[in-house]
């Protein structure tokens, strides 16, 4: 049994940062990648950063340079920087692990960039 939790979700204000956090628990005996998606309200699930064990980050054209993806291996956790914050980036954020038995989600953290 696998169980995937977002945390840090939250409302800002335009310009401001938030750090999200998404830890992998369960049967696990490695995990070969994780990632970040969003999806907001009548749109697509797109991809906003992904990163593999030991790798750098890949990012969605929309948040390079303001966010920034990050691991830590010993606690099975994958960290989401967030700065400079837009209102178009105003949506429910989820956690994708990638392991060896399949691919795991987590329920999802709002995130709310409004004045």
């Known amino acids: 049994q696998v169980h995937v939790v977002e945390s840090g979700g939250g409302l800002v204000q335009p310009g401001g940062s938030l750090r999200l956090s998404c830890a992998a628990s369960g049967s696990i005996f490695s995990i070969y990648g994780m990632g970040w998606y969003r999806q907001a309200p009548g749109k697509q699930r797109e991809l906003v950063a992904a990163?593999?064990?030991?790798?750098?980050?890949d990012y969605a054209d929309s948040v390079k340079g303001r966010f920034t993806i990050s691991r830590n291996n010993a606690k099975n956790t994958v960290y989401l920087q967030m700065n400079s914050l837009k209102p178009e980036d105003t949506a429910v954020y989820y956690c994708?692990?990638?392991?060896?038995?399949?691919?795991?989600w987590g329920q999802g953290t709002q995130v709310t960039v409004s004045s």
């Open positions: 990163i593999g064990s030991g790798s750098s980050g």
């Open positions: 994708n692990v990638q392991l060896n038995q399949g691919n795991y």
